[in-house]
């Protein structure tokens, strides 16, 4: 017993030699995928002053990018908070691109693309040899192993996880995570980089879902059991942890925000990859909604019906 305390304590604590190459300081950050998360990311660096690089693969994508990032801007102009000129800066910082070659001279790499760890390891492989070498790597990934991406970027010391939330340019919180072959100091960095677009940065290592979604989705799958099981109502359920624990909406009303998609692919990859883990498992009734494929607000049904901008909608029972 002694003796494997005595190895956890070494391993917490193990001494990383210094950087060979340096970290940059960030200048040009890339954000690769421009959907619902990486367009958030782009436009927050670039209010921050950051020169960015947005890349899609494909055009259509990298238009209705340019197009989110647009019209956010634009909102903000409209209510006054930003000026002509300001937004005109904003948008010359941002440079947009279907080349992955171009993403080479970036100083951060800020990847957001779909939960497919097949897709990001292959984005990664291919970064790890266009991108400059002392260039840092974090994914955006919300359940996704950090360490397996590091593995295949090539420089696994050079690796962090950087969490943003949605919508990205109004929620402040970032988790920033490390794995045990992140050196600190490009830990600091990220850590740092948050900081400089105006987040707040909170430490977590590779642990699955990392701080929110480790407590946020089991307590998800309980409301969802609980529905399995006929013990109360939807809407019961619901009112129950507003008033009673202070939430601002209950679990499943929350689930159908969140998209119940969403919700089922990260308990199926946490149910395969952690089978021993009794905290999860696939709720019953979340299974029905995905084949009949009620997946929440965007598509008008999950556990509430939702019309067109409908916040509040209406509990199925």
């Known amino acids: 017993m002694l003796s494997s305390r005595v190895a956890r304590i070494a391993k917490s604590s193990r001494a990383f030699s210094s950087l060979s190459v ?13 959907g619902l998360m990486g367009h958030g990311i782009a436009q927050s660096a ?15 994508f990298l238009e209705s990018g340019r197009s989110r990032i647009e019209g956010s801007l634009g909102k903000m102009l409209k209510r006054e908070k930003i000026t002509q000129d300001k937004y005109d800066e904003i948008m010359s910082r941002i440079t947009y691109t ?35 070498e002392d260039a840092i790597f974090a994914s955006n990934t919300s359940s996704l192993s950090i360490t397996e991406m590091g593995d295949v970027s090539g420089r696994p010391d050079r690796f962090v996880g950087v969490h943003f939330f949605n919508p990205v340019q109004m929620m402040k919180l970032v ?19 948050v900081g400089d677009i105006n987040k707040i940065a909170v430490s977590c290592t590779d642990t699955p879902g990392f701080i929110v979604n480790r407590l946020l989705v089991p307590f998800l799958t309980q409301a969802l059991l609980m529905v399995d099981r006929g013990d109360a109502s939807i809407k019961d359920i619901d009112i129950s942890m507003q008033l009673g624990a202070g939430h601002p909406m209950g679990p499943l009303h929350l689930a159908d925000y969140i998209g119940l998609d ?42 509430y019906h939702w019309g067109e901008g409908d916040k509040r909608g209406e509990a199925v029972e």
């Not at 340096?22 to 421009?34: E, N, W, Y």
Request: hydrophobic share 35%; glycine share 8%.
């Open 46 to 60: 670039a209010q921050s002053g950051f020169n960015v690089i947005a890349y899609e693969e494909e055009d259509r």
């Open 175 to 193: 988790e920033v995570i490390k794995t045990d072959h992140t050196h600190p100091e490009v830990f600091d960095a990220a850590k740092d980089w």
């Open 262 to 303: 969403t919700i089922n692919n990260i308990i199926t990859g946490w149910v395969e990859k952690f089978p021993d883990e009794p905290a999860f498992v696939t709720p019953k009734c979340l299974t029905e909604k995905i084949e009949a494929g009620d997946l929440g607000r965007k598509t008008g049904k999950g556990f």
């Open 98 to 132: 279907t080349k992955v070659e171009d993403l080479g001279t970036s100083d951060l790499v800020v990847e957001a693309v779909i939960e497919n760890m097949d897709l990001k390891k292959k984005i990664y492989t291919d970064l790890g040899q266009v991108c400059k």
């Open 22 to 34: 340096p970290v940059p300081k960030f200048d040009t950050v890339a954000c690769v995928g421009l």
